[in-house]
């Protein structure tokens, strides 16, 4: 949901940009050619941009449909309830497929990223966002002293949850490491695939692309 | 009992897979929905609910929270009460627990105005409330003291019965001095001292004159709340009750 907003703000910025640099070159219209030309673009700012949002979940896509309207966005997002393992698009129909936090939870893992190369066109890219591991060794145990110690009490005093805040970080511990995720989106047939780590390896950006 | 509570601490300390944590986890717990925690989650915890339970009154899984990581000293010792009382045996043995389920609602009704039973279930309808919304414990670490903590929960508005004060702010504060002096648990003690900050100045003062006093005479006089079986004294007049554990007539 957020990266689709991210991503329809981009295309809308990009495009007044370029609307503007268009305008700046006609050094002699009328006001009443450029209030034209704005209202004309303004019903194709996005373009033929579309951003589908996917999730298994129906209450997680109901929480996102009401922060898209109440945030304004109304244009270009479709909404569609689905399992990353099988999902229910054509194959070759998106330029870019993400998931952010998302394949974590996924049963298969490899299933997932076999459905991502299987939808995505060829030239598309694959982009996951997901926590990963810590190398540095001292971060690594003030890393886990943290998780363990500190969030699942946060989970009970925050949101009476403590056993939820338990699984989130026991889960972060068994996914595959950096490289070995790297491995398995190469299995699936990504190539160029690579990862850029943030904050030393609490967080990773995994990348690939259907060529 | 006390098999694993010197290895009371998660494994996951170090960060090891999950499959090993699952089973050392299930290892440890000594009791249906006991979390075993280390010395460090359980300071966190106290220091984290109790910050919360004074921001939210309104939330009571803070405060059994509270009672359950600050108990460590005060919960044995109730139990040693318990164990050298003869009723206070026998409901370590029985385990009897106070819920709807178990209760006879409809018999309760039924006996005579001023007895335990009709007064309780008067106190439950007027102030709406149901012994079933007690929390179980989570963060003890020891099956007995676990049911220890339990039994005070739901003796908790039989006080109020026995005391005679509603579940509004005020009639909370003065249960919560009764329970201070009577168990000693430090979430009774800091209950009972912060709770009072959020009353007016007018109930402060009849609190501070009339009712804590009251309270703290009633607490000190009466014998340990925890060693009546009450399941077997529904019939018994309050009047009567109050006098056989000490507790004063109220102001």
């Known amino acids: 949901g957020d990266i689709a907003f991210r991503f329809i ?42 951003v589908v949002v996917c999730d298994i979940n129906k209450e997680m896509l109901k929480v996102g449909k009401q922060k898209a309207q109440h945030l304004g966005y109304s ?31 996924v049963t298969r893992i490899d299933l997932a990223l076999e459905e991502a190369y299987r939808v995505l066109k060829p030239g598309g890219r694959f982009l996951c966002l997901e926590f990963s591991h810590v190398s540095n060794p001292l971060l690594s145990r003030l890393y886990d002293l ?11 005093v925050i949101a009476g949850d403590w056993k939820s805040y338990q699984y989130l970080v026991e889960s972060i511990r068994r996914f595959p490491p950096q490289e070995e995720l790297k491995a ?22 995994h990348s690939g692309f259907k060529l | 009992g006390r098999a694993c509570l010197s290895r009371a601490e998660p494994p996951a300390r170090d960060g090891r897979s999950g499959e090993e944590e699952e089973e ?70 029985e385990r009897p627990r106070i819920r709807l389920s178990t209760l006879d609602m409809s018999k309760l009704r039924g006996l005579p105005d001023g007895s335990l039973g009709r007064e309780y279930v008067r106190f439950l309808e007027d102030n709406k409330v149901s012994p079933d919304t007690r929390m179980p414990p989570k963060f003890v670490d020891d099956e007995e003291l676990a049911y220890v903590i339990q039994r005070y929960r739901e003796v908790h508005d039989l006080m109020h019965t026995l005391l005679g004060m509603p579940t509004n702010m005020l009639g909370e504060v003065v249960v919560k001095w009764f329970e201070a002096v009577q168990t000693g648990l430090p979430m009774c003690v800091l209950g009972a001292a912060f709770g009072p900050v959020r009353l007016s100045a007018r109930k402060l003062q009849v609190l501070a004159t009339d009712l804590v006093p009251w309270a ?36």
């Open chain 1, 9 to 50: 703000n981009y295309v809308r910025s990009a495009r007044e940009r370029q609307l503007q640099r268009k305008l700046k070159n006609h050094q002699n219209l009328s006001w009443q050619e450029i209030s034209e030309s704005y209202q004309e673009d303004k019903f194709k700012l996005l373009g033929d941009s579309q």
């Open chain 1, 75 to 105: 244009e270009g997002l479709s909404w569609v309830l689905g399992n990353a393992e099988e999902l229910p698009f054509d194959d070759d129909k998106f330029d870019v497929y993400t998931i952010a936090f998302g394949i974590r939870n």
């Open chain 1, 146 to 156: 943290y998780s363990f110690q500190v969030i699942p009490v946060l989970g009970e």
């Open chain 1, 184 to 205: 398995m989106i190469e299995d699936a047939g990504f190539l160029k695939v690579d990862y850029q780590n943030l904050n030393s390896g609490i967080v990773a950006i």
């Open chain 2, 24 to 93: 050392e986890e299930g290892c440890y717990q000594l009791y249906p929905g006991h979390i075993p925690t280390s010395p460090l989650q359980k300071a966190l915890l106290a220091a984290g609910s109790a910050f919360m339970a004074l921001c939210d009154p309104y939330r009571h899984d803070m405060v059994a929270v509270l009672g359950e990581t600050t108990g460590c000293l005060a919960l044995p010792n109730l139990r040693d009460k318990m164990k050298h009382h003869p009723e206070g045996y026998r409901i370590l043995q």
């Open chain 2, 216 to 251: 703290i005479r009633s607490g000190r006089n009466a014998s340990c709340i925890l060693n009546v079986y009450y399941e077997q004294r529904w019939e018994q007049p309050v009047e009567s009750l109050r006098k056989e554990i000490g507790i004063f007539p109220p102001p």
